[in-house]
């Protein structure tokens, strides 16, 4: 097995074992605010099909859906796929950076928290494989936490298996972003108390 494939087999294991207590986990305001703002300008532009990566179980998902946009969902993990689909969703077990899906097909693609898993050599590449599935003049909104340039698996992580993340600061995530999609939108979110900080950027092919 290739270290890539171990980290993603790891993940989805990880996330596995954590499936039934995600949707037990803190919902920030901010992230609502993001979320909102992101839908809004689907709306406004007429925008209904809607790819969401990195599902987890659904929650960002079920809201787009009761809000008008048809969703599909996909994730590494087969649990939250199951958690996504008892809630009404339209979920596949796939990896979004090799996904079995469509291209030129939907109107835009929602990743909150999802590309913390790529690593540097591979971030640009699964971007341009996104940009693949967006319509022409698609949208995405990317959001992350990153800043500190830490790259690997988190020592302190309360999951297990330990995972694999990539936490760029604002110039490197925009390095991986501007060869590939244009920014529209970028904002920094200072978290008090946090190492790191919330990058959320929308993004036009």
């Given at each position: 097995m290739t ?5 993603k ?5 990880a996330y596995?074992?954590?499936?039934h ?5 803190r919902?920030e305001?901010?992230k609502?605010?993001e979320?909102?703002r992101?839908a ?10 809607l790819?969401?990566?990195?599902s ?22 087969p649990?939250m ?5 008892r ?10 950076s ?5 291209e030129?097909?939907?109107?835009a ?9 790529v690593?540097?050599?591979d ?14 003049n698609g ?7 990153g800043?500190?340039n830490?790259e690997g698996?988190l ?6 298996p ?18 590939v999609l ?17 990058y959320g950027?929308?993004?036009?092919k």
């Open positions: 270290a890539e494939s171990q980290i087999s790891d993940l989805a294991a596995d074992r954590m499936a207590l995600r949707d037990m986990d919902f305001e901010w609502r605010t979320r909102r992101f809004a300008q689907m709306m406004k532009e007429g925008k209904t099909n790819l969401e990566i990195g987890g179980t659904g929650r960002d998902g079920v809201w787009f859906q009761e809000n008008g946009l048809e969703v599909t969902a996909i994730d590494l993990s649990k796929i199951e958690v996504c689909r809630k009404g969703l339209k979920a596949k077990v796939m990896d979004f090799a996904p079995d899906l469509p030129d097909h939907f109107d693609i929602y990743s909150l928290n999802a590309m913390l898993h690593g540097s050599e971030f640009e590449s699964t971007l341009s494989t996104l940009k693949g599935l967006l319509k022409a949208l995405m909104y990317l959001g992350q936490y800043g500190s830490f698996i020592e302190k992580d309360n999951y297990r330990k995972r694999f993340f990539n936490f760029p600061d604002e110039a490197r995530l925009k390095a991986f972003i501007e060869p244009t920014i529209e939108r970028f904002t920094t979110i200072p978290l008090p108390g946090k190492d790191y900080v919330f950027a929308t993004l036009r």
